[in-house]
C-alpha cells in the first residue's frame, strides 16, 4: 500500500496554469503506474493522464491532450501534473492514484490507493 498526498491546486484565470504535486510514501513508488483523476461537482470521476512505472510511456485522455503533461521522478517518490491553458471545464478536484498493474489504465477501478484530492478552480 501507498500513501499519497497531493498539492498546488488553487485558483487561476482560464488561459493560465497550474501545477499539481503527488508525494508517495514507502520505497516501492517505482512499482506504481501512476494516475490523475478529476471529479467536478455533479460529474463522475473521470481520467486525465497516467505514466508508467519508468516514466517512459504517459497517457492522457482527450479532454487535455497537448494542454496537460504528467511527469514522474522515481528518487522524491513524487508524480506531477502540468496544466497549461486551463479552461473553466477544468475546474474539479483532482485526485492521484496508484495501481500495480501495468498498462493504459483509464479506469478508476483499476486503481487501489488513492489521494485526498486537492482543488483546482478556473475562472473564466
Known amino acids: 500500500q501507498v500513501q499519497l498526498v497531493e498539492s498546488g491546486g488553487g485558483l487561476v484565470q482560464a488561459g493560465g496554469s497550474l501545477s499539481l504535486s503527488c508525494a508517495a510514501s514507502?520505497?516501492?513508488?517505482?512499482?506504481?503506474?501512476m494516475g490523475w483523476f478529476r471529479q467536478a461537482p455533479g460529474k463522475e470521476r473521470e481520467f486525465v493522464a497516467a505514466?508508467?512505472?519508468?516514466?517512459?510511456?504517459?497517457y492522457y485522455a482527450d479532454s487535455v491532450k497537448g494542454r496537460f503533461t504528467i511527469s514522474r521522478d522515481n528518487a522524491k517518490n513524487t508524480v506531477y501534473l502540468q496544466m497549461n491553458s486551463l479552461k473553466s471545464g477544468d475546474t474539479a478536484v483532482y485526485s492521484c492514484a496508484a495501481s500495480a498493474r501495468v498498462g493504459v489504465l483509464r479506469l478508476p477501478s483499476t486503481y487501489r490507493d488513492w489521494g485526498q484530492g486537492t482543488q483546482g478552480t478556473v475562472s473564466s
Open positions: 505514466v508508467s512505472r519508468s516514466g517512459g510511456n504517459t
Open positions: 514507502g520505497r516501492t513508488f517505482s512499482s506504481y503506474t
